[in-house]
């Protein structure tokens, strides 16, 4: 139909709601190819309603942290230091808790300070200092990443049973984290949809300088995403220290969190140039990343050549809409 | 060209008009200074040719990555390449000592190969160059750990470790003359002529200033941005061949590289995302870089302490460009 479409309609407007299904499309084909790739092998019992849950709690953390992501390339700026953040807050947040339940809340406030402070950082390097985004919060991230293996170097501290809930309680027979993840994504499409720092969000990655003469506080649109930003690496390094029991210096690094929820969230269809895309894109993101991996489980996929296809896939998503476009990328 | 109109502009802002000479050379003598200072050894050839020779791979990746970030990109797939060139060349030459020269051969291919990938793909894909890079970096390192079963087993012959690891003794006034320096010398020759002394250079500048008015004003600009991620693989293959000289066979001789080769390049005064550097000043990033390193390692400090003083430099290393460039007036 869109074929038929596409030979009348101005190629303009045909474009624009290419982009705005690519995601959606995307999703479509990984869950039709794990659906096939289930049923082709005989193992009819990973399409039940459990495992989907399954297939959607392996990547909670990636998830969260993508949502944050997807703020700060909206206005055209990159987070990298949220790996080490997530590192930093789950030690943190283990080492204060220290198995006692009543020191539940001071290790979530105290985590939630640091991951404000890293962020407003990041935010007035960039834009007080004029530092290239990658730059500062990649320096950022050696800076948080160096501190914390000075004091730790393996897993530190106890999460109590109580905190646990976060990652493996279940409400209404759904595990919480997923509602969780559902309910931020939410609080975060209506946030950028229906607030006037939504809208700012976008008009300053559209265009920075137009936004500035429209009378918008860019500098201050850009610190308060990327305040966000880090806000939910450190929801996502609580969330690690819940499912893991305790906190370790590695688990940033080694889930590679920074990467990783930038391809997520460019997979969903927001831009690296900013001012285009949404949450919901990013969720399709993380639902077609974690498809992938399941698909490679389901088929029996090597390891090594998993991680060969993994990058194939990554790129080759966003070719799926970026080849179309007519600009010029960095 | 477009250094000569900033400097007659920035003489009227600037009383004094001092030649603008690259504060990175500034950085390097002082850290040099302090070397000295601190171990006075560090004035014989041994001392001074040590550190060149430990140099000399950053320097040359710095300078192949200076090609990639001048024409507007990044290229992160440099670190991955390097252990991919160090597994394969371990796993091809089979401990056989004739076979070093086909072997190099190979590598050269294959970075030729990962460089026009690289390029096809930003170019007509019109992915990002950092999602294009990753995918690359995870695909490469994926390849790695295929190629030599997850554990490289077996060591390169002599003849191929030549280039990094032997000194050539008995040299007159400097007593001797390690081969990477030699190579390092070569290359740094080779791509500050192409950078500073040929069209490709002006080309690759006008490219990373403005694609747009580059590609109006006739410039072949896909065909300049796949030369820059091909000169980019092949400096990363010949830092690979060095880097297998001293440091010996493990899937991880690359990883972190890349952002190393970044730093440099950007503590040369290199722009991100385009249209000003310089091959000498990038080189001399490197050298600066792995001067605070070796600087760290005599005061004894850590390794923690490195990655925050590192990430700290690069921070505060882009906020003094730019500094100087709103001061001066562009």
New interface residues.
């Given amino acids: 139909m869109s074929e038929a479409t596409a030979g009348q309609a101005p190629a303009a407007r045909v474009r624009f709601r290419f982009d705005r299904w690519a995601p959606a499309l995307l999703l479509l084909a990984a869950v039709s190819i794990y659906v096939g790739a289930c049923v082709a092998t005989g193992q009819t019992q990973y399409l039940s309603w459990n495992n989907l849950l399954a297939v959607l709690g392996r990547s909670i953390a990636l998830g969260i942290t993508a949502i944050g992501q997807t703020f700060v390339i909206l206005v055209a700026s990159i987070d990298l230091s949220v790996a080490s953040l997530i590192s930093a807050v789950a030690v943190l947040a283990s080492v204060i808790m220290n198995g006692s339940p009543a020191m539940i809340v001071p290790a979530i406030a105290a985590s939630l300070v640091l991951g404000a402070t890293v962020g407003l950082i990041n935010g007035l390097v960039i834009t007080r200092l004029d530092v290239n985004p990658l730059i500062a919060t990649l320096g950022m991230s050696l800076v948080i990443q160096g501190c914390l293996s000075a004091f730790v170097s393996n897993f530190a501290g106890a999460v109590p049973s109580e905190f646990q809930f976060f990652a493996y309680g279940n409400v209404a027979g759904v595990p919480f984290a997923i509602l969780f993840f559902f309910a931020l994504a939410l609080v975060a499409f209506l946030v950028l949809r229906f607030t006037r720092f939504g809208s700012n969000v976008y008009a300053v990655g559209g265009n920075q300088d137009a936004a500035r003469f429209a009378g918008i506080a860019t500098r201050r649109v850009i610190v308060i995403a990327h305040v966000i930003c880090s806000l939910c690496a450190t929801v996502a390094g609580l969330y690690l220290a819940s499912r893991l029991r305790s906190g370790a210096p590695w688990i940033g690094a080694n889930g590679v969190y920074d990467l990783e929820s930038i391809a997520v969230v460019v997979i969903g269809g927001t831009i690296l140039a900013g001012g285009r895309g949404g949450i919901w894109g990013t969720v399709a993101g993380v639902m077609i990343f974690s498809l992938i991996d399941s698909i490679f489980n389901v088929l029996g996929v090597d390891a090594f050549v998993k991680q060969v296809l993994r990058g194939v896939i990554i790129v080759a998503a966003v070719a799926f809409y970026a080849a179309r476009s007519k600009r010029i990328v960095a | 060209m477009s250094e000569q109109v900033l400097s007659s502009q920035s003489k009227k802002a600037r009383p004094r008009g001092l030649p603008q000479i690259n504060p990175v050379y500034f950085i390097l003598a002082a850290l040099i200074v302090a070397i000295i200072l601190n171990n006075p050894a560090f004035v014989e050839p041994t001392g001074y040719m040590n550190f060149l020779k430990r140099a000399a791979p950053l320097a040359i990746l710095a300078a192949g990555q200076l090609y990639v970030i001048v024409s507007?990109?990044?290229d992160l797939s440099v670190g991955s390449l390097i252990t991919l060139v160090v597994v394969g060349s371990s796993m091809l030459s089979n401990n056989d000592p004739s076979s070093t020269w086909w072997v190099i051969s190979v590598m050269l291919g294959i970075g030729l190969a990962v460089g026009l990938i690289n390029g096809l793909?930003?170019c007509?894909?019109?992915?990002?160059?950092?999602?294009?890079t990753?995918?690359?970096?995870?695909?490469?390192?994926?390849?790695a750990?295929?190629w030599s079963g997850?554990a490289p087993r077996g060591y390169l012959p002599d003849t191929f470790r030549f280039f990094g690891r032997v000194n050539i003794m008995d040299v007159p006034v400097i007593r001797m003359l390690p081969v990477a320096v030699i190579v390092l010398i070569v290359v740094g020759f080779l791509l500050y002529w192409l950078m500073h002394r040929t069209n490709l250079g002006r080309l690759l500048h006008a490219v990373g200033d403005n694609?747009?008015a580059a590609?109006l004003a006739g410039v072949p600009?896909n065909r300049v941005r796949i030369t820059a991620f091909v000169v980019s693989s092949l400096s990363a293959v010949i830092t690979g061949i060095l880097l297998g000289g001293f440091a010996g066979v493990s899937t991880d001789v690359g990883t972190g590289y890349e952002?190393q080769a970044?730093t440099a390049a950007?503590l040369g005064g290199a722009q991100?995302?385009?249209g000003r550097g310089s091959v000498p000043a990038a080189i001399a990033g490197a050298l600066t870089l792995t001067a605070i390193f070796t600087l760290l390692n005599f005061l004894g400090l850590?390794?923690?302490?490195?990655?925050?003083?590192?990430?700290?430099?690069?921070?505060a290393a882009?906020?003094l460009a730019?500094?100087r460039r709103?001061r001066t007036g562009q």
């Fill in positions: 507007g990109g990044f793909v930003v007509y894909l019109k992915v990002p160059s950092l999602i294009a990753l995918g690359m970096m995870i695909t490469l390192n994926g390849f750990f295929m997850g694609p747009r590609l600009v952002l970044i950007v991100l995302l385009g850590p390794q923690p302490v490195r990655q925050v003083v590192q990430g700290l430099i690069l921070i882009v906020a730019m500094y709103k």
